[in-house]
Every structure is written in structure tokens, then in C-alpha cells.
């Protein structure tokens, strides 16, 4: 675990050649096939679920309930969308979950960078690992304390206490990630700033700072994502029009059950801007993932 | 602050330089301590809203309280004896280790097939490994709707797909047997992708000599894999496994949405039971205990874990 911690100094080996694996074999047909249907095989999983609510969510209800199912051969509707739209305050839930995911993930960066910049510096690896410790604790064991104390505050409902909630979410997840982008900055940076008359706080404002925004845009849309996806936090401290949006379609769920075409378009509405975002900084996520090697 | 830059050499402690401009002797005296303010703002965070609020968990763990205006009272270890007792407690401890084990275990195999893919060369290499991630990103809330519909014993797509290759019709999440596997399906399509990723990072950064080695030797594929990169990877599936294990315990989002704990109580992991008496029934008191035992939960196997792992490293 400390592995995933402790800075990964660039080693001094020269870069990895492109990884060949023994097992390739270049041109072979057979191959080819065989990875293709492993390829078929591996992404067909991920993929239909994600099918599935979408074409449902364009089905009337006759074609939902249909067996055999209809796979394409439905007439598209936009009624599931109209419906699920219209029956909650859908923007106002929109503007919920905007609100409290930008917030609580710009709040991360601003707590985590820092910290993570000290960690990767400095090797403060018994403050990197009470970082950790946050990560294992169970979510639901700070719930009770944050009920009961945002109940007491009387914030239970307001963004305040959403945003706070989740920046739990937002800078763990941010210090994991920079630290690795700030252990590969060369030591070479550092010198050269402190020859130039760069106190300290100014090498990190502005010299490192500058030299990982792309690392930071990786954290920032991943602590967005899960800001975005969570429902725990938001379940227990938001009530009536502060619902985001995963809890406003668990509520749905209540009060319309089996009502699957307008919870499919709902779903579908919610997942978009995550996508989208996936999408658009593909290379950064991946790597970024992997980096901290923690969701 | 572009001045700063074009000031003289910084002044030495014993001769200060005439006349620093104050500006920057304030930021000498901050940088002195840099190393402690720049963490300052993310220890306060969590100390005030972790460290706090688990001293608070434990706090109510020796107290009755169903909140308003009574201050909590305090029981000492009745809570404790209580949970030691309750058939509810045990069965969702043992309901938490079937669910973990079944779908981490699901996990990892499948997680480092898939990684051993990924690593391959092919054309839209990177598109395709985003698309196999999909599923961990997409919001677990919504994620589990969709499973949830398809779980349907008439209208469900997934009955559908069983029948139609000669299976049994299943009732999936309304039988009491078949929830925990059902929900445990449900874990692995979502966390693959995670174990994937931890194991691709692994392989990226395996040491090619072995291979050359295993080459020369005349090892076959399946050789390859199985005295080569297992042993290689296996420090790296452990990390992966471990992540899965601590985040599997906490599983919520998916079992709450799909079967909120049931048929009755069949899937009813420590995680929701806890949830429930803390929150559903406000028993902070009762909730809060439960809360320790999950936390200790996640602590042994984090620990278990770390001691496993050091010791691969070290074989």
C-alpha cells in the first residue's frame, strides 16, 4: 500500500521499451481473431448494460415490457424524457449536483494540492499516511457525526454542508493523485528556481503549481466524477429541493415504481456529463487512475 | 510579486540585508515553515471531519440516543454485549464476507484477464480500455437502477438471456439464495475495470529480462504467465485486491438501490445494517457500535493485507 504512497521517483533505467509481450505474434491471423473476440467478449459486459437504459429509456412502455425483447425495432419516444423531466424539479436538482460537485472539487484542489506538494517534497510519509487512513475509513461511520452535527447546525439541506461533506470525497482522492505529479517533476526545477531567488511558497506557486495543471485537471474532473456519482453523503444531508441528482432518482423510485421508461431516461441524463467529461480527458483519467492507483 | 524576483540575493539570518522590503521578510518567516503550512488546511480537514467525527462514532457507541433534545445517555458496554448477541449482527457479518469474497474474488481474476488484454497492442488500444471503464465511473445510484430493471424476473433482459440458452427462469434479487451472487454480479461489472487498471500500471512496469529469459528457454505462453508473471505481478494484484477488499466491505450505493437489504434481511451486509439502526431507526447509539465493528472490519484486512504483501515483497 505505501507503494501507492510513497513518491515514485523517475528511475534511472532508460524508458521502458514498448512492452512486447512474448505471447505476440506479429501478423498471425489467429491471433488477430482471437483478440478480437477476447476484445468482443470483454467489452460486451461493460457496454450492454449501458445499451440497455438507453434504448429503454427511448422505449414506450408496451416495448419495455416486450418478450422477446426489442432490440431495435421500436418506435423512439421522447415521452420517458418529457415525463422524468417535468414530474421533479429536474433543474433544480441539475443546479444541486453542479453546484455541489464544482465546489467540492475545486475545495479539494485547493486543500490537496498543497499538502500533496509537502508530501512528495518532503517524504511526510506519516502525513501521507493518515491520508490513507481517511481513505479506508467507512463512509457510513462519519455519517452519524455529520447528521447529528449538521442537524445541530441546522445545515442539513444546504450546500454548505453537502460541499463540506463531500470534499471527504474530493481531497483524498486529489493528494493521491499529485503527489505522483509533483515526485516526477525533476529535482533540477527546484534548483533552478531557488538559483533564480524563489522563496519556498514561490518555487510551489509558481513553478510547480504551473509545471501540473494537467495533473490537476486529471484530479479535478475525477473529483467532480465522484462528487457527481455520490449518494450516501448526499442521501443523509439533503432533503426536499437540495436533493442531487443520484437521490432525486432514488426517490423516483419511490414514488413511481416500475415505472422504468421515465427512471431509464433519468438515469441516462444523469450519466451523461460523466461521460462526456471521460470522453473528453480520456488519456488524463486513465492515467490518472492509475497513478494513485485509487478510485 | 514580480518584484520579489528581482531582488538582490536573499539576506542570511546573521546579516540581514538594509532594509528588506517587508513583503518579503514575511514570506522568508512563512517559508521557513512551508513544509507545515502548505499540509495546515488538509490536517484541519481531517481532523475536523474525520478524526472528530470518528471520536464522536465511538463516543456514541458507549451511549443510548435516539437524538432531540435528551442528551445521550450514557450505558456503557451494553451496546457491545448487545451486538454479541444479536443473530442480525452475526448474519450480516457473515453476509458482508460471502458477498466480499464471492465478488473480489470475481474481481481479480477477471481484472488481471483483462489487464493481460489491455496490454496487447492494438489499434484504439486507449478508446477501448476507456469504454471497459465505463462502469466505474458511470454513478453507482443510477448504475443500479438499470441492474435493477434487468434483474426483473418477467420483464428483466437477463431472464431473458438465461432462458434463451435452455436456463432456468430466475428470479434473481426476490430469491433469498441467489441476491447476495445477483448483487455480487452486479460489484464485479463495476470494480473490474479498477483491478484492470492497478494490474495494466503493473505490467507496464515489469522488468523485460525475465521474458527474454523465459524466451530463450523455450517457455510456451501458459509457462510464461504462470512462472514469470504471476510472480511478478502477484505483489501488484495484492495492492489491487486489498483496494477491493477495504472499498467491498463498503459497498452501499448498489445494495441499497437494488434490494435496500432484502428479501427480508438476505442481503443485509454490516455496512446497510449499521446504516439502518443509525439512520433509518435513528439507534445512534446501537448504529454508532455497529459502525466500530465495520471499521474494525476494514482495519484487519488492511492490515492482513499490508502484512501479506510485505511479505512478497521481501520472497
Redesign the interface.
Known amino acids: 500500500?505505501s507503494?501507492?504512497l510513497t513518491p515514485h521517483r523517475p528511475t534511472a533505467k532508460p524508458a521502458?521499451?514498448?512492452?512486447?509481450?512474448?505471447?505476440?505474434r506479429r501478423g498471425s491471423i489467429l491471433g488477430r481473431i482471437g483478440?478480437a473476440v477476447?476484445?468482443t467478449v470483454?467489452?460486451a459486459?461493460?457496454?450492454f448494460?449501458?445499451f440497455?437504459?438507453l434504448t429503454?429509456s427511448f422505449k414506450q412502455q408496451v416495448d419495455?415490457?416486450s418478450?422477446?425483447?426489442k432490440w431495435f425495432d421500436f418506435t423512439p419516444t421522447l415521452d420517458n424524457y418529457r415525463d422524468a423531466l417535468t414530474r421533479t424539479p429536474f433543474g433544480r436538482y441539475m443546479t444541486n449536483s453542479l453546484v455541489v460537485a464544482a465546489c467540492s472539487s475545486l475545495l479539494g484542489l485547493?486543500?490537496?494540492v498543497?499538502?500533496a506538494?509537502?508530501?512528495a517534497?518532503?517524504r511526510?510519509t506519516k502525513?501521507s499516511l493518515?491520508?490513507l487512513?481517511?481513505r479506508?475509513?467507512?463512509?457510513?461511520?462519519?455519517?452519524?457525526?455529520?447528521?447529528?452535527?449538521f442537524?445541530a447546525l441546522r445545515m442539513v439541506g444546504t450546500y454548505p454542508a453537502l460541499i463540506?461533506?463531500h470534499?471527504?470525497i474530493t481531497?483524498p482522492l486529489t493528494?493521491f493523485i499529485m503527489v505522483n505529479f509533483f515526485a516526477a517533476l525533476p529535482e533540477e526545477v527546484y534548483d533552478a528556481a531557488q538559483v533564480?531567488?524563489?522563496?519556498?511558497?514561490?518555487t510551489?506557486w509558481?513553478i510547480a503549481v504551473p509545471l501540473t495543471r494537467p495533473g490537476m485537471l486529471t484530479a479535478g474532473i475525477l473529483a467532480f466524477?465522484f462528487s457527481?456519482?455520490d449518494?450516501?453523503m448526499a442521501?443523509?444531508l439533503s432533503d426536499g429541493d437540495s436533493r442531487t441528482?443520484?437521490?432525486a432518482?432514488?426517490n423516483f423510485?419511490h414514488e413511481a415504481s416500475l415505472d422504468?421508461g421515465p427512471?431509464?431516461a433519468?438515469?441516462s441524463i444523469?450519466?451523461l456529463p460523466?461521460?462526456v467529461l471521460?470522453?473528453a480527458a480520456?488519456?488524463h483519467?486513465?492515467t490518472g487512475?492509475?497513478?494513485g492507483?485509487?478510485? | 510579486m514580480a518584484q520579489t524576483t528581482e531582488s538582490p540575493p536573499r539576506p542570511t539570518p546573521k546579516a540581514p540585508a538594509p532594509q528588506p522590503a517587508p513583503r518579503r521578510r514575511l514570506l522568508d518567516v512563512l517559508d521557513r515553515y512551508d513544509r507545515y503550512i502548505l499540509p495546515a488546511p488538509a490536517l484541519i480537514v481531517v481532523v475536523a471531519m474525520l478524526a472528530f467525527p470518528i471520536g464522536y462514532t465511538i463516543y456514541l457507541s458507549f451511549h443510548e440516543w435516539s437524538g432531540g433534545l435528551r442528551p445521550p445517555e450514557f450505558v456503557g458496554l451494553d451496546n457491545l454485549t448487545r451486538s454479541l448477541t444479536d443473530g442480525q449482527f452475526w448474519g450480516s457479518i457473515w453476509r458482508t464476507v460471502y458477498f466480499v469474497t464471492l465478488s473480489v474474488g470475481l474481481q481479480v481474476v477477471l481484472g488481471v484477464g483483462a489487464a493481460l488484454l489491455f496490454h496487447q497492442r492494438f489499434p484504439g488500444r486507449g478508446m477501448a480500455r476507456t469504454l471497459f471503464m465505463f462502469p466505474m465511473i458511470a454513478t453507482p445510484a443510477a448504475v443500479a437502477l438499470v441492474w435493477k430493471m434487468m434483474f426483473d424476473p418477467t420483464i428483466g433482459i437477463l431472464n431473458y438471456i438465461v432462458q434463451s440458452v435452455g436456463g432456468p427462469t430466475l428470479l434473481w434479487i426476490s430469491d433469498a439464495n441467489l441476491v447476495i451472487p445477483a448483487l455480487a454480479i452486479v460489484d464485479t461489472w463495476m470494480w473490474t475495470p479498477l483491478v484492470m487498471l492497478i494490474v495494466l500500471a503493473g505490467l507496464a512496469a515489469l522488468p523485460q529480462e525475465p521474458f527474454e529469459a523465459a524466451k530463450v528457454d523455450g517457455a510456451g505462453p501458459i509457462r510464461t504467465f504462470v512462472s514469470v508473471t504471476l510472480p511478478l505481478l502477484s505483489p501488484v494484484i495484492l495492492v489491487a485486491a486489498l483496494f477491493r477488499l477495504i472499498d467491498a466491505i463498503k459497498t452501499f450505493d448498489i445494495i441499497k438501490v437494488i434490494t435496500d437489504g432484502g428479501p427480508g434481511t438476505a442481503s443485509e451486509t454490516l455496512n446497510l445494517y449499521a446504516f439502518k439502526q443509525g439512520l433509518s431507526y435513528l439507534h445512534f447509539g446501537y448504529g454508532s457500535m455497529l459502525l466500530v465493528w465495520l471499521t474494525l472490519l476494514v482495519f484487519v484486512v488492511a492490515i492482513v493485507f499490508t502484512r501479506l504483501r510485505a511479505r512478497t515483497d521481501q520472497g
Request: glycine fraction near 4%.
Open positions: 500500500m507503494q501507492t521502458a521499451r514498448p512492452a512486447a509481450r512474448p505471447r505476440r483478440l477476447a476484445l470483454a467489452l459486459p461493460a457496454l448494460v449501458f440497455w437504459m429503454s419495455i415490457y418478450i422477446p425483447p485547493a486543500i490537496g498543497p499538502a506538494y509537502s508530501i517534497r518532503y511526510q502525513l493518515s491520508l487512513t481517511a479506508l475509513l467507512p463512509g457510513v461511520a462519519y455519517l452519524v457525526p455529520f447528521f447529528v452535527a442537524t463540506l461533506s470534499v471527504i481531497f493528494v533564480d531567488g524563489c522563496g519556498k511558497l514561490e510551489f509558481r466524477i457527481w456519482n449518494f450516501k442521501l443523509i441528482l443520484p437521490v432518482v432514488f423510485v422504468w427512471m431509464m433519468y438515469a444523469i450519466m460523466v461521460f471521460t470522453l480520456q488519456r483519467i486513465v487512475m492509475t497513478m492507483s485509487v478510485k
